[in-house]
Nanobody
Framework: QVQLVESGGGLVQAGGSLRLSCAAS????????MGWYRQAPGKQRELVAH???????NYADSVKGRFTISRDNAKNTVYLEMNSLKPEDTRVYYC?????????WGKGTLVTVSS
């Protein structure tokens, strides 16, 4: 079992920045990769950014150059630094931890970008 707790969401003006955090606990040694996803009401959840245990990253085209995913292994925490935020970035953001055969999700944190 892995528990994921997100924090850092909130309301920000367009062009502003936020940093999301995801603290993992439990069976963290079985985690292969972690990522951030986001979801708008009535829409499918989509990948935002992904980081492996080796540090390899990938990003959705819509956030490349604006968002940065990183991890602090000592704190078992993954971060999503979001800059130049746009109103279309308004979503609930979810942290995800992937293992070989299972995947865990946090409860989500709402990011609202006002125009």
């Amino acid at each position: 079992q892995v528990q994921l707790v997100e924090s850092g969401g909130g309301l920000v003006q367009a062009g502003g920045s936020l940093r999301l955090s995801c603290a993992a606990s439990g069976n963290i040694f079985s985690i292969n990769a972690m990522g951030w996803y986001r979801q708008a009401p009535g829409k499918q959840r989509e990948l935002v950014a992904h980081i492996t245990t080796g540090g390899s990253t990938n990003y959705a085209d819509s956030v490349k150059g604006r968002f940065t995913i990183s991890r602090d292994n000592a704190k078992n925490t993954v971060y999503l630094e979001m800059n130049s935020l746009k109103p279309e970035d308004t979503r609930v953001y979810y942290c995800n931890a992937k293992m070989s055969i299972m995947s865990y999700w946090g409860k989500g944190t709402l990011v609202t970008v006002s125009s």
